[in-house]
């Protein structure tokens, strides 16, 4: 059974950074893409950024500059370092892990990013 196990949210003032951490267990799968989306409230999950098997790592436009995406493949285990972080980024953080085959996506449980202002 796969679980992604996520840690590292919590609640941060502006201008602060926090580090978040997904590892994936169970996977009997070759991993393509390990990312990490957000959901704040009313609105709808948005991918923050992403890293394929190529090493291409892809972010969203507001987090450019801010947030750095990294991954251990021995150990499946993603990374989202966070830095000068803002109150627009308060969300709900979700880990996500896609193999090559269709049905191979999941998640994790989503941690709670809180930035004050």
């Known amino acids: 059974q796969v679980q992604l196990v996520e840690s590292g949210g919590g609640l941060v003032q502006a201008g602060g950074s926090l580090r978040l951490s997904c590892a994936a267990s169970g996977i009997s799968f070759n991993i393509n893409v390990m990312g990490w989306y957000r959901q704040a409230p009313g609105k709808k999950r948005e991918l923050v950024a992403a890293?394929?098997?190529?090493?291409?790592?892809n972010y969203a436009d507001s987090v450019k500059g801010r947030f750095t995406i990294s991954r251990d493949n021995a150990k499946n285990t993603v990374y989202l370092q966070m830095n000068s972080l803002k109150p627009e980024d308060t969300a709900v953080y979700y880990c996500?892990?896609?193999?090559?085959?269709?049905?191979?996506?999941?998640w994790g449980q989503g941690t709670q990013v809180t930035v004050s202002s």
């Open positions: 996500n892990v896609v193999g090559w085959r269709s049905r191979d996506v999941y």
């Open positions: 890293y394929n098997n190529g090493g291409s790592t």
